[in-house]
């Protein structure tokens, strides 16, 4: 408090560039005490919390394992689908689509994966609650990679490397060479008994499911150890904040004059703090934005409301006996979880952080731009009438031409630098070599 009683009357001098700008560094941004108190509470990001349900997050082989995996096509049915393909580091772990694309195509966008393991809750309408059980869904989704988890657990077994990698982190694989007991493919299909793989599971004792749903979890669980190393570094505004902590604001530090008056827009007028707060910019719950409807759509889709009764169902889920730690916080938050009536039609907020990099946004990709989202929630042009509530807090912002480029301004600097090179692709071996 000191710190910001010094800094009330802080004046930011924006170092502009171009012979157009002589005017305009004339021009101050001045900050008050109570802005300044807003704008540090988001930065820097906090360390990452282990995840006790899966007790090889921080396992640098189940990680290599994991990133292997990613990359790896042979997850999917048709052979050629894998989780790079709509998470691709150089479009920001995204895959600049409006929906997915694998076998088929999605209804949703895909979500960044940078800084996705400081995440509580998963998928846009909040299904998974951990990481590692996130992985899981695509995988076996047949407009995704279409693969299933006998083959799966078959391709661990007799691929030599993997094998290796896999009992080094978790203890012999069974006998899968058995086809009598382990069908060469086979996974639930809860909506159609009659699939093939449903057949081929359901002929299976439940001894032998238990013991290929625990390997099918432990793919889940590398995955999310090597995307929970996803972690940007310090972005522009993180730069920005450490100069206001200390007094000592460099050039480095500058944000602009834009940039710098959108942040006063974001932290007041504009309240975007509402709803993308601290330093991942998201409260990590979920809102109805009235977004217009799919074309043909008469209704809202379900969203939090669906995703509660997914989550609920899942047996990957933090209760689970493919959990690690069954009692902990995160079984807690679901153990006592109901249907909401009021949750029907919210989506998750996403983090702003490197936002500028996973165009187009929305949960179905409905805006190209970040200057197209800004201008919806200035007017809320298109949105669809309120049904049964709505949120207080979204109403038109009247925002100027200007005051919307500046909060776009802004929120491009929070893109931070990427995670190391050497994360972004497919490693040679699945197996931590001691010279790694």
Aim: glycine share 10%; net charge negative.
């Amino acid at each position: 408090f000191c710190l910001l009683g010094l800094l009330v009357g802080f004046w930011f001098a924006p170092v502009l560039r171009g012979q157009d700008d002589r005017e305009a560094s004339l021009k101050r941004v001045e900050f008050s005490a109570r802005e300044i108190g807003r704008i540090v509470r988001h930065s820097p990001v906090p360390s990452l919390q282990k995840d006790h349900t899966n007790r090889v997050s921080d396992d640098p082989r189940a990680a290599l394992m994991g990133q292997y995996l990613f990359f790896d096509p042979r997850l999917s049915g048709n052979g050629k689908i894998s989780c790079h393909t709509c998470h691709q580091p150089a479009l920001g772990f995204g895959d600049g689509l409006p929906v997915a694309e694998g076998i088929g195509a999605g209804t949703r966008n895909a979500p960044t994966l940078l800084n996705v393991a400081h995440q509580r809750w998963l998928f846009w309408d909040g299904r998974s609650d951990s990481l590692w059980s996130q992985a899981l869904f695509p995988i076996e989704d047949g407009v995704e990679m279409g693969g299933n988890r006998l083959s799966i657990a078959h391709l661990l077994f007799t691929d030599l490397e993997l094998r290796t990698a896999y009992e080094s982190i978790f203890g012999s694989l069974p006998r899968l060479s058995d086809k009598t007991r382990f069908p060469p493919a086979g996974r639930p299909v809860r909506d159609d008994p009659t699939h093939p793989h449903h057949r081929a599971w359901d002929g299976m004792t439940t001894p032998d499911q238990i013991l290929v749903n625990r390997i099918f979890s432990n793919v889940g669980k590398v995955i999310a150890a090597y995307e929970k190393k996803l972690v940007t570094g310090d972005s522009l505004f993180d730069r920005f904040v450490a100069g206001l902590k200390s007094g000592k604001v460099e050039p480095s530090h500058d944000l602009g004059l834009s940039a710098s008056r959108g942040v006063k827009l974001f932290m007041g007028k504009a309240n975007c703090r509402s709803c993308h707060v601290g330093p991942l910019f998201t409260d990590g719950e979920f809102h109805d934005l009235l977004l217009p409807l799919p074309s043909g759509a008469v209704y809202p889709e379900p969203g939090r409301f669906e995703g509660v009764a997914n989550l609920l169902q899942d047996p990957f889920n933090a209760l689970g006996i493919y959990s690690d730690d069954r009692e902990g916080n995160a079984a807690k938050r679901i153990e006592f979880m109901g249907q909401d009536p009021e949750r029907y039609g919210e989506f998750k907020t996403p983090s702003l952080r490197n936002v500028a990099r996973t165009a187009p946004y929305m949960h179905r990709g409905q805006f190209t731009t970040l200057a197209e989202v800004v201008a919806y929630y200035s007017t809320l042009e298109g949105a669809r009438p309120s049904g049964h509530h709505q949120e207080t807090v979204l109403v038109p912002l009247d925002l100027s031409k200007e005051e919307q480029a500046d909060l776009v301004a802004f929120l491009e600097t929070l893109t931070g630098a990427d995670p190391p090179p050497e994360l972004l692709v497919r490693p040679s071996s699945p197996l931590l070599l001691s010279n790694d």
